[in-house]
């Protein structure tokens, strides 16, 4: 039985047509049932080819098509990342830290941390005004 995980060599013959039939138990562990669609990636350096289950642009979680970022190599739509526990738990730190709109004054004795305040205030607004944005170009 081969094991996910498990670095198992099978030898395929490659027929008159180019094909390569998978085994049995790859396609298993792989989850890769009748009609799977499938990507092929080949590594010009270690001359090799890789196989992998064809994810369309969708969120991994609910499948939503809109507002999809890509996160490594998977991805996920924007309502999804902001419901993680972890993201939740820096939302409200956030917003916990931010001064009141209504008080953009601070005392004259207090002083402002290396601008973290600002920067973090800054932060907040472009995410709110921006939520699909994306670091990469």
């Known amino acids: 039985m081969l094991r996910i995980g498990s670095k198992t060599g099978i030898v395929r013959v490659v027929d008159d047509f180019g094909r390569i039939v998978i085994p049995t138990e790859v396609r298993r562990v792989l989850n890769l ?3 799977t669609l499938t ?6 350096e270690r001359k090799a080819i890789m196989v992998c289950k064809y994810r369309a642009k969708e969120c991994l979680f609910c499948s939503n098509p809109e507002q999809i970022l890509n996160f490594k190599r998977f991805y996920i739509c924007i309502p999804c990342i902001q419901s993680l526990p972890p993201l939740q738990v820096f939302l409200e730190r956030l917003e916990r830290a931010r001064p009141d709109e209504d008080n953009k004054t601070l005392p004259s004795n207090k002083k402002v941390k290396d601008g973290k305040d600002t920067t973090l205030n800054r932060l907040h607004k472009v995410m ?3 939520p699909v944005a994306s670091q990469k170009n």
């Open 39 to 44: 990507e092929y990636f080949f590594d010009d």
């Open 33 to 35: 049932n009748h009609n």
């Open 128 to 130: 709110q005004e921006n």
